[in-house]
């Protein structure tokens, strides 16, 4: 499984947008990116998934350069309950295992 | 779509006693669950692999005689904790992984105290 790195912690002001960004320099043909959401006491929540280029949703963006070495999660016009730690996984589609990292602490200021 | 549960989502039970804790997928079907265990200000640690009709596979350093775990249906996984104590305390998250998608979905988590 590849190994992601992540910031460990960020602050942002509320309506900005956030770049979070994972390296993951080991990433094989068959993986894909993965990230989720966790807020304190919970599990996490699926956010977004992508192979490569760029993948939207109605919550966030994720880009995935040519290379695939790294993605980065963009969430536009942060609001508070956007607190959480916010992990990238790497793995290949339907891979059983889940690798969770440190993960990025998100705190969003008023 | 895609819902997971899991019951209880906290208990406290006294040393040596055995706690179970459900892990349901509400509306869709998952031939493999897994579950997590979380220690405050931690990341989540896989424990097992739960396969539905077979038995689970346990990451190393997990004891499997310790935390019994039987994925019956489709739709259910059991974590029982046997003669829990202090150490075993902490918060554990199941997920189910969803056929087609290939995703996981985590449940809300169990917080569990052993005193």
């Known amino acids: 499984l590849a190994k992601t790195t992540q910031p460990i912690s960020m602050d942002s002001y509320e309506g900005q947008e956030v770049n979070i960004t994972c390296s993951h320099n080991?990433?094989?043909?068959?993986?894909?990116i993965t990230w989720y959401q966790q807020f304190p006491s919970q599990g996490p929540r699926f956010i977004i998934q992508g192979y490569k280029t760029k993948v939207t949703n109605e919550v966030a963006s994720l880009f995935i350069p040519a290379d695939r070495k790294s993605s980065t999660l963009s969430l536009p016009r942060v609001s508070l309950s956007d607190t959480a730690v916010y992990y990238c996984?790497?793995?290949?589609?339907?891979?059983?295992?889940?690798?969770f990292g440190t993960g990025t602490r998100l705190t969003i200021i008023p | 779509g895609a819902v997971v549960s899991q019951h209880p989502s906290w208990v406290i039970c006294k040393s040596g006693t055995s706690v179970k804790i459900e892990c349901r997928s509400l509306?869709?079907?998952?031939?493999?669950m897994f579950w997590y265990r979380q220690f405050p200000k931690q990341s989540l640690m896989l424990m097992a692999t739960?396969?539905?009709?077979?038995?689970?596979?346990?990451e190393q350093g997990v004891e499997k005689d310790k935390f019994l775990i039987n994925h019956a249906s489709l739709t259910l996984s059991t974590l029982t904790v046997t003669s829990a104590h202090p150490e075993d305390s902490s918060f554990y998250i199941c997920?189910?992984?969803?056929?087609?998608?290939?995703?996981?979905?985590f449940g809300p988590g169990t917080r569990l105290l052993v005193l």
């Open positions: 996984l790497v793995g290949e589609r339907g891979n059983e295992k889940l690798t």
């Open positions: 997920s189910a992984l969803r056929q087609n998608q290939e995703t996981q979905y």
């Open positions: 509306d869709f079907q998952a031939t493999t």
């Open positions: 080991n990433i094989a043909t068959n993986d894909y």
């Open positions: 739960s396969n539905e009709g077979s038995k689970a596979t346990y």
